[in-house]
């Protein structure tokens, strides 16, 4: 469905290559934007998302931009004119973060830095900001980063001096998304999971009870949208999005995927910056969240999805709530394998 905010408007989306670039695009382009811009590092990668859409009605309001979001010089020409810049250029494997934790901080703090201030003297009307639930309660170098790269753009929401009067418009504003575990993005569990099955190894798991929360690229998307269209400046945007144990999560892969074999589960131990849960929203969060009245378009991959605003500066309106992790209440193994059905059938379809 057509929204009239975005009519004849130019997109930027940083890092916009990934799984989520692929299927934020794919929903853009239903839209009547003048221009979608991809901004990244990986020409290889721009020219196998270019040949992907080539087909597309609409493909001609697709562009490229190359560079590293720390360089300004390559930033502030792919800002000109932009009204919308989602911010999704990031270091987000775990491992190589603890590795390269210098690396982690360039980028998703200092990288983010840069992008919030040319998007800024670009006068870019709005800027979402990518970020994850490792950014609460972080241990490990991503989270860590990503902590930090919120505090970076809460801090420039505070500089535009309306965080206190929502209603008023700013030049730029700054709102947050948190996403959880995009399931078949690129570094995570599901494609590793399914090769291993299908190739009768045992399957590696760090812990059996871990839990993660489990989000679509689709419902990734449909958060955006809802940030896009509904968030103010300093407000942190969430999905109660659906979670699930490793255990959970690999016995329905083994039903969808395994062919009747059995697959054995081998038990790693945690790797460095991992936790055995993942807090979506903090306690002091939970107490000043409201319900978002949003309605997703793509509501053929999990119907009432609920939404949660968390302002910046805003009261306590529920004193009674908890915060709001992986381990709450995870969903059981038929609930997963139609979140995975559904996600079979996208990547069969596209």
């Given amino acids: 469905m057509k929204n009239s905010v975005l009519k004849n408007k130019i997109i930027l989306i940083t890092g916009g290559t990934g799984s989520f670039g692929y299927a934020a695009v794919k929903r853009l382009l239903e839209q009547d934007l003048k221009e979608i811009r991809i901004f990244s590092r990986d020409g290889v990668k721009q020219s196998k998302m270019a040949f992907h859409f080539q087909k597309h009605r609409d493909s001609s309001v697709l562009h490229f931009f190359n560079g590293d979001i720390t360089d300004s010089k390559s930033l502030d020409k792919a800002m000109k004119g932009v009204d919308l810049l989602v ?23 200092f990288g983010t830095g840069n992008v919030i201030d040319c998007a800024v003297s670009n006068n870019v009307g709005k800027i979402i900001i990518i970020s994850t639930d490792k950014a609460c309660y972080p241990v490990g170098a991503m989270g860590i980063s990503k902590a930090m790269m919120e505090k970076v753009a809460f801090s420039a929401a505070e500089k535009t001096g309306v965080t206190r009067s929502p209603d008023k418009e700013s030049i730029t504003s700054v709102c947050i998304v948190r996403f959880g575990n995009l399931l078949g993005s690129a570094g ?5 999971f399914v090769t291993q099955i299908k190739e009768g190894k045992h399957l590696t798991v760090t812990n059996p009870e871990m839990t993660r929360f489990m989000m679509t690229p689709d419902d990734a998307v449909d958060l955006t949208f809802c940030a896009i269209l509904e968030g103010r400046n300093g407000d942190l945007i969430i999905q109660e999005a659906p979670s699930a144990t490793l255990e959970t999560l690999t016995k329905a892969l083994v039903d969808l995927y395994g062919s009747g074999r059995r697959s054995e589960i081998e038990v790693l131990g945690p790797r460095p910056g991992e936790k055995l849960f993942e807090t979506m929203a903090t306690q002091s969060e939970m107490f000043k969240a409201t319900d978002i009245p949003f309605i997703s378009e793509s509501t053929d991959s999990g119907p009432g999805k609920k939404y949660l605003r968390i302002p910046l500066n805003g009261s306590f309106v529920n004193p009674e709530a908890m915060e709001f992790n992986s381990h709450s209440s995870p969903v059981d193994k038929e609930h997963m394998k139609s979140i995975l059905i559904y996600l079979k059938f996208v990547a069969e379809k596209h």
């Fill in 87 to 109: 911010h999704a250029a990031a270091v987000k494997e775990v491992p190589y973060c603890e590795a390269n934790p210098l690396e982690a901080a360039r980028i998703n703090i």
């Fill in 188 to 192: 995570t569990v599901v494609p590793i």
